[in-house]
C-alpha cells in the first residue's frame, strides 16, 4: 500500500508508528510479557515464522480494511461532486419541440425594426429556457448582448459580458465601457486605447455573436447563436 | 457546602482527570510576563467563536437556493426580532477578524517566533490565514445580492485563467452559469468544509504554541507569570473591547443587503468586499504595466504567498530576519496602498474635483477618473433606491414564492419602466423632470439647423396637468420637450411650419393664461385617469372646470374639427382624445402609433403590431405593461394604488 508516496510495510509501519513514542511505557512492559508468553506457546507448537506472518496479515489486513472504510464516504461524494463537469440533463419532453425552422442553437433577440440605421447598439435580454440545477424555467432572461445594426445596413451583435471578467459592460452610445475595471470598446468592438492612453485590461475585443443571415434576410429578425466564452484569454474559448 | 463542592470535584477528577487538564490549560508560564501585544492570537479564536455562534443561528434561517436565498437574508435582517443584529455582528465580526490577522502576522514576525523551532506553527498560521480568507469570499455571496453575486463572480472567473482553471471553476460553481448549486456548494465550504478544517488547524495552531511557548525570555524586570490570570484578564479585556466595538458599528451602520441579484442586468457598482480590495485594485494596475490579469490575479498573490511561507528559511541566513521584517512591512504598506487608492478612485469625482492638473496628458486621465467613478456612484446611487423599491414592494405584496427577483423585480413598473425606456424609447425620447435628473434622450446634431427632426418629446409626467399644460403653451410645445425636435414642429426656411398641425394650431390661437385653455389642459389631462390626480380630477368633475374643459374643446376651439373626441363621427385626422393618457389609450399609442396618427406619424415604430403573433412584436405583452404603468406613474406612490383598488373594489360592489 502506497501513502503519500512511502511503500507502507507491516516493517516500516512499526518503524514509524513506534512504540515508545506512542504508548505509555508500563503497558509496553506488559505487552512484552504477553508477547513473550505468546511466542513461547507458538514455540511449543509451530515454527517462529509463523507467527511473525500471522502478525504481518494481521497489519496489513487492518490497515488495509481501515484504508476501506474510512475512504469509502470520501469515495461516495466524489462522484456527485465531480458532476457540474459531466452533468448533462434532458429538457423535459413538453419543451423538446421547436417550432419553426430556427437553427440548431439560434436564438431571437431582436425585431430588424426595433433596430434604426446607424444608431447606438440596444441592449437586448437573451431569452431562453434555462435550467437551474434541479428547476426548469421556461423562457428566462439567460443573458444580455448589444445589437446595432450599422450605417451600411448589417447588424452587429455582442455579447454583453466582458471579456476581461466577467462583468456585464454598459454602452454611452459612444464606447462600451465595463464598470469593474475599466475596460473599454470601440463600437464595432474592438479594444480601446482611452483619450489619456490608459492601458485597456481586456485581453481581447467584446465577443462577437453570429447573425443567421436567413432570418435576417427573409424575416427582418435578429436570430444569435448565443454563446458565453471563457474570461481572461487572449483568445475566445466557448463555455460548454 | 465546601466540603460536598470539594467531594464532587474530587469524583469527577477520578473518573476525567480535569484538574490536570485547566491547570494545564491556566498555568501555563508567560516568560516575562503578560503582555498586551499577546491579546490578538486570542482575539482571533474569540472572533472565530463569535462567528460560528452567530453562524450557527444565522444557518436556521437561511435558505440557499437562488429564490430563496436573498429572501431569507432580507427576512433575517427586516423581520427577525434582533435578526439585524445577528446577521451584522457575522458580518463584521468576519471583517474583525480580516483586520486581526494581519496584526497577528506581524506580531509573530517582530516578535521572531516564526523561525526554528516554531516554523511548522507558523506555517499553521499561514494556512488559518487562507482558510479565513475563504471564509470571507464564500460568505460574500451567499445574501445573493448585486453587489455580492457580481462580486463573487469576478472571482470565479479568475479562477479559469491557470491551465485546467476551467474545470477547477465548474466544481466551485456547480455548472458553468451561477444558480442554486453555486449558492448550495459555497454554502457547504463556508459552514461546514472551511470552518472544520478551521478548527482542525486552529487545534493543532494551539497545541503546538503550547508545545513550544511563548518566545519571549525572561529577565529580571519584568518576571514570569502565569496565563491565569494575568494574560487572561488582558485577552478578556481586549475580547470585549473588539465586541463592543463591533457591536457599535453595526449600531451605527447596519450590515449593508443590495437590492437581489440580478444576472442579466449590468451593474455599475461591482467590487468585492474592501478587504479584497487591494487584489481588485492590483488587478487594474497591471493594466498600467501592460501585464496580463493572470499575473495580477494569480501569479503576484502567489509569489507574496510563497515568501510568506518562506519566512523561516529566509531567517536561516544572515539578516534573513531584517529582510524578512522590512519586505514584510512593505507587502502590508503596498495591500494597504492598493486598498486606499481603490477607494480613492471610487470617489475620485468627490476628492479631486477642484484637483484639474495643468498638464494636458494628466487632464485627460483625471477627466477619465472623474467620469469612473461618478458612474461609480451614480451605479451605487441606482441599487440604493431599487433596494428601497423592493422593500416598498415586500411591505405591499410580501414574498412570493418565486422569490423578489423574479416575482417582484421583474413585475414592478418602477423598476422595469426606466430599463425599458432607456433600451428602446431613449434614443429618441427624454424622460427628465423640471430640475433635468431623469433619462437623457438624443443630443441634437452637431451640425443640427432645426429643419430636421432628431428626436421626440419629453415624456416625464406625460398626460399629468403640467404635462398638457406645456403642450398647449405656444412657447413650449415648440420646445425640444415637445414638438421642436419632430417633424411636428419643423419650421422652413422663411420661418413658417412645414406641416399645418397641432404646433401651429397652438401658436396661433392659445394663451396659454385664458381659463378655458387651463380648463382645457385639465379635462384632457383627466381623461387619463391617473392615479396621482384622482382627488384634482375629482374636483374639476364637482366644480365644473371638466364641464367648461369640454366645452372649450368642443365649441370655442373646435378640436373636433380635427380629432375625434367621445363621438364615433368625429374626424380622425390627430389623435384621439377619448382616454386620452389612459392606459388602455397608451397601450394602443405604443403598439401601433399610425392608429392615431394616420399619414402624419413621424418615425414612431410600432411596438405591438401583431397582437395575435406576439414573437414578432418589437416589445412584448409584459413589458409594454411595464411601460405604460411606468409613463403613467401607476406604481409609483403604492398607498395611492392601494386607495384606488379599494374604491374601485367598493364602487364594483355597490353597483349591483
Known amino acids: 500500500m502506497e501513502l503519500c508516496g512511502v511503500m507502507l510495510t507491516p516493517d516500516s509501519i512499526a518503524y514509524c508508528v513506534s512504540r515508545e513514542q506512542l504508548v505509555d511505557p508500563r503497558r509496553i512492559s506488559d505487552q512484552v510479557h504477553a508477547e513473550v508468553k505468546m511466542s513461547e506457546n507458538q514455540n511449543a507448537e509451530s515454527p517462529g515464522h509463523g507467527a511473525e506472518s500471522r502478525r504481518g496479515f494481521m497489519e496489513y489486513a487492518s490497515l488495509l480494511i481501515g484504508a476501506i472504510v474510512s475512504l469509502a464516504p470520501l469515495a461516495l461524494g466524489l462522484c456527485p461532486f465531480l458532476d457540474p463537469l459531466f452533468g448533462k440533463r434532458k429538457t423535459p419532453s413538453s419543451r423538446q419541440q421547436k417550432g419553426g425552422d430556427a437553427k440548431e442553437g439560434y436564438l431571437r433577440v431582436a425585431s430588424l425594426n426595433a433596430l434604426t440605421l446607424g444608431a447606438a447598439p440596444q441592449r437586448f435580454p437573451v431569452i431562453a429556457d434555462q435550467r437551474d440545477a434541479w428547476n426548469y424555467i421556461p423562457d428566462q432572461p439567460i443573458g444580455a448582448v448589444f445589437v446595432q445594426r450599422t450605417d451600411t445596413g448589417g447588424v452587429r451583435v455582442f455579447n454583453a459580458t466582458c471579456p476581461h471578467a466577467g462583468c456585464s459592460v454598459a454602452c454611452d452610445g459612444h464606447i462600451f465601457h465595463c464598470p469593474c475595471h475599466n475596460s473599454s470598446f470601440e463600437l464595432d468592438g474592438s479594444k480601446r486605447v482611452s483619450h489619456s492612453g490608459r492601458e485597456n485590461p481586456s485581453p481581447r475585443d467584446l465577443d462577437k455573436l453570429q447573425v443567421d443571415q436567413d432570418k435576417l434576410e427573409e424575416n427582418e429578425e435578429v436570430w444569435v447563436e448565443f454563446v458565453n466564452f471563457y474570461t481572461g484569454k487572449e483568445y475566445q474559448k466557448r463555455k460548454l | ?656
Not at chain 2, 456547480?174 to 442554486?180: D, I, K, R, T
Not at chain 2, 478544517?197 to 503550547?210: D, P, Q, S, Y
Not at chain 2, 477619465?368 to 461609480?376: A, G, L, M, T
Not at chain 2, 397652438?506 to 390626480?533: R, W
Request: hydrophobic fraction near 45%; include cysteine.
Open chain 2, 1 to 656: 457546602m465546601n466540603a460536598l463542592i470539594s467531594n464532587l470535584g474530587n469524583w469527577l477528577d477520578n473518573r476525567t482527570g480535569h484538574r490536570q487538564l485547566l491547570s494545564e490549560a491556566l498555568y501555563e508560564n508567560v516568560p516575562g510576563g503578560s503582555r498586551w501585544i499577546y491579546v490578538t492570537g486570542s482575539m482571533l479564536v474569540f472572533a472565530f467563536v463569535v462567528q460560528v455562534i452567530t453562524g450557527i443561528f444565522l444557518w436556521m434561517y437561511y435558505s440557499p437556493s437562488s429564490q430563496n436565498a436573498w429572501e431569507s437574508v432580507y427576512y433575517i435582517q427586516n423581520e427577525l426580532q434582533g435578526g439585524w443584529l445577528l446577521r451584522g455582528v457575522h458580518h463584521y465580526m468576519a471583517q474583525a477578524m480580516i483586520v486581526l490577522l494581519p496584526l497577528h502576522l506581524l506580531q509573530v514576525v517582530l516578535c521572531k517566533a516564526y523561525v526554528a523551532p516554531r516554523e511548522i506553527n507558523y506555517w499553521l498560521g499561514l494556512v488559518l490565514m487562507l482558510i479565513v480568507l475563504g471564509l470571507g469570499l464564500t460568505g460574500y455571496l451567499l445574501p445573493w445580492d448585486q453587489k455580492g453575486y457580481w462580486a463573487t463572480k469576478v472571482a470565479t472567473e479568475l479562477m479559469s485563467l491557470p491551465p485546467g482553471g476551467g474545470y477547477l471553476q465548474k466544481l466551485v460553481v456547480g455548472g458553468s452559469e451561477y444558480g442554486h448549486l453555486t449558492l448550495t456548494r459555497f454554502f457547504a465550504l463556508h459552514a461546514g468544509v472551511l470552518p472544520g478544517l478551521l478548527v482542525l488547524v486552529l487545534g493543532l495552531h494551539i497545541a503546538m504554541f503550547r508545545k513550544h511557548g511563548i518566545t519571549a525570555h525572561s529577565s529580571e524586570r519584568r518576571p514570569d507569570e502565569y496565563f491565569w490570570p494575568a494574560q487572561v484578564l488582558k485577552d478578556s479585556v481586549a475580547c470585549l473591547v473588539l465586541l463592543m466595538i463591533v457591536v457599535a458599528v453595526v449600531c451605527w451602520r447596519g450590515a449593508e443587503l443590495g437590492p437581489p441579484a440580478e444576472p442579466t442586468e449590468s451593474y455599475g457598482a461591482a467590487r468585492p468586499e474592501w478587504y479584497f480590495l487591494f487584489l481588485f485594485q492590483l488587478l487594474k494596475k497591471c493594466e498600467v504595466v501592460g501585464a496580463s490579469e493572470f499575473v495580477g490575479a494569480i501569479v503576484v498573490p502567489t509569489l507574496v504567498m510563497i515568501f510568506l511561507f518562506a519566512l523561516p528559511l529566509v531567517a536561516k541566513v544572515r539578516f534573513g530576519h531584517v529582510v524578512n521584517v522590512m519586505v514584510i512591512l512593505a507587502i502590508m504598506m503596498s495591500a494597504g496602498y492598493l486598498t486606499y487608492e481603490a477607494i480613492d478612485h471610487d470617489n475620485f469625482a468627490a476628492r479631486h474635483r477642484n484637483d484639474e492638473p495643468s498638464d494636458p496628458e494628466k487632464r485627460l486621465l483625471w477627466q477619465e477618473r472623474i467620469v469612473d467613478s461618478e458612474r461609480f456612484h451614480e451605479a451605487q446611487q441606482q441599487a440604493h433606491h431599487e433596494y428601497e423599491r423592493v422593500q416598498e414592494l415586500v411591505d405591499f405584496f410580501g414574498i412570493p414564492r418565486e422569490g423578489a427577483s423574479v416575482g417582484l423585480v421583474r413585475n414592478d413598473p418602477e423598476i422595469q419602466g426606466p430599463r425599458i425606456f432607456r433600451r428602446t424609447c431613449a434614443s429618441c425620447h427624454s424622460y427628465l423632470d423640471p430640475d433635468g435628473a431623469g433619462i437623457p434622450g438624443p443630443e441634437p446634431p452637431e451640425d443640427w439647423d432645426g429643419r430636421t427632426p432628431y428626436g421626440a418629446p419629453n415624456l416625464y409626467g406625460f398626460a399629468s396637468r403640467a404635462w398638457i399644460a406645456g403642450l398647449l403653451d405656444p412657447a413650449r410645445i415648440e420646445s425640444t420637450d415637445y414638438f421642436g425636435a419632430t417633424a411636428h414642429g419643423m419650421r422652413d426656411e422663411e420661418g413658417a411650419f412645414k406641416s399645418e398641425g397641432m404646433v401651429e394650431f397652438v401658436h396661433e390661437n392659445l394663451d396659454p393664461s385664458e381659463d378655458d385653455v387651463k380648463a382645457m389642459a385639465i379635462t384632457l389631462s383627466a381623461e387619463a385617469s391617473l392615479i396621482s390626480q384622482r382627488d384634482a380630477d375629482a374636483v374639476a368633475k364637482s366644480d365644473g372646470t371638466l364641464d367648461a374643459g369640454r366645452e372649450a374643446m368642443i365649441d370655442t376651439y373646435s378640436c373636433t374639427d380635427c380629432h375625434r373626441f367621445h363621438q364615433d363621427d368625429d374626424p380622425e385626422m390627430a389623435p384621439d382624445l377619448t382616454g386620452y393618457g389612459s392606459a388602455k389609450w397608451l397601450y394602443d399609442f405604443i403598439a401601433n402609433p399610425a392608429r392615431f396618427y394616420g399619414d402624419n406619424n413621424d418615425r414612431m415604430p410600432a411596438f405591438a403590431q401583431h397582437p395575435d403573433e406576439p414573437a414578432r412584436n418589437l416589445l412584448s405583452e409584459h413589458d409594454m405593461k411595464m411601460l405604460v404603468r411606468w409613463l403613467r406613474g401607476d406604481d409609483h406612490d403604492l398607498s395611492l394604488k392601494l386607495r384606488a383598488q379599494v374604491s374601485a373594489q367598493s364602487a364594483s360592489t355597490a353597483e349591483p
